[in-house]
């Protein structure tokens, strides 16, 4: 698996800590950069180009769609590939940040853009646009595509936690983009609830693709971002769930390297949050504290919530393994070919059916 920078690798391991990388955002051999104003709002977006069935790439929190710029070539040959820069990050126009919202502004997308019908592919937080679509724009979602697994970013356990891990880690996660404000983003997305969620009579009748781990599972579920940052012996398991490589040398640096992690602390923009992880990587009773909430309240509701998505898909949904411990669902940047060939599949079968 070809590796990233470490600061990169650390955010893939804190699953939902994100620094984003400003690209270069001029056309090339493979996409032309375009800006379309869709309700008086630029938005940006890549297009890949390629004829049929149309892909639209979305990304999550804290980057754009230049994190496609190499992963949706691959795609073209046999549709016509696309990636959106969501309002409110990049170089789009800001919007409200919740769920519904962002998940009309795609379909307004799509309809400007004068297409019926569409694959929609995503990662992380957006799993939650993806499956707002399809519970409510089935006729317009031709298929769904779950890059990290059955993500379930609305647990209201994240919101519940008394020690406000949650909260604190979304407050240190930096964005190159000084108009994103994660807070601002965490309070307008916190009361959405997908429908299959509150009944478990709701059925999604859209074909879906989830990416999981060779357990059939996203393999990060234990793993919990605020302790991973401090280095938090309570870890030390997932940190071991890691093979040899500078992806397990640098978490073990930050737990191992007082130094090393304090200087990462202490790099954190957001004051509350700084203080926050200072204290957090002193006090190992606090610690106890954050891992059990996680172990016996998120994790367990985190199960839950994957059951409920998956019989709300039934037979629509595709569960496809592959061969690693942990899906951190940028493996379509970082390793495409452990993904490229299961979605191309999944695609052609769309178009066959």
Known sequence: MKLVSSKRILIHLLFTLQITVLQAQTNSEEYKS?????????????????????????HSEGWDAFTYKDFGPLL???????????????????????????????????????????VFIGNSSVSAELTY????????????????????PWLE???????????????????????T??????????????????????????PALAIVNKYGLQGSEKGHGALVFVGSPFMEEVRNEIPPSPTKEFLNKIAD????????????????????????ANDTVMQRKVYEYHTQSTYPAMLEAQEKLKNA????????????DQIVGYEYRDAPELVIEPIKKFLKQINSE
């Open 313 to 324: 898909f039934g037979k629509n949904l595709r569960l496809v393994r592959i061969d690693v």
């Open 34 to 58: 375009e800006v379309i104003t869709i309700d008086g709002l630029q938005t940006q977006y890549l297009d890949f180009g390629g004829e049929g069935l149309s892909v639209i790439l979305i």
């Open 257 to 280: 390297d007082p130094v090393f992690r304090s200087e990462l602390i202490n790099n954190i923009q957001d004051s509350v949050a700084r203080i926050y992880f200072q204290k957090l």
């Open 181 to 206: 404000n994660f807070i601002d983003v965490s309070e307008a997305r916190r009361t959405y609830r997908p429908s299959h969620y509150k009944s478990n009579s709701v059925k999604i009748n859209v």
């Open 133 to 152: 679509l399809a519970e409510n724009f089935p006729q317009r979602v031709a298929g769904i595509v779950y890059l990290n697994g059955l993500a379930v």
């Open 76 to 118: 073209t040959k046999n549709n016509r590939v696309l990636a959106i820069t969501r309002p409110g990050y990049g170089n789009s126009d800001i919007k409200a940040y919740d769920v519904k919202s962002q998940g009309d502004h795609l379909i307004k997308f799509v309809d400007a853009l004068k297409i019926e019908r569409a």
């Open 157 to 179: 356990e994240h919101y519940k936690d008394p020690f406000k891990s949650f909260e604190m880690f979304l407050r240190a996660s930096p964005s190159s983009n000084p108009q």
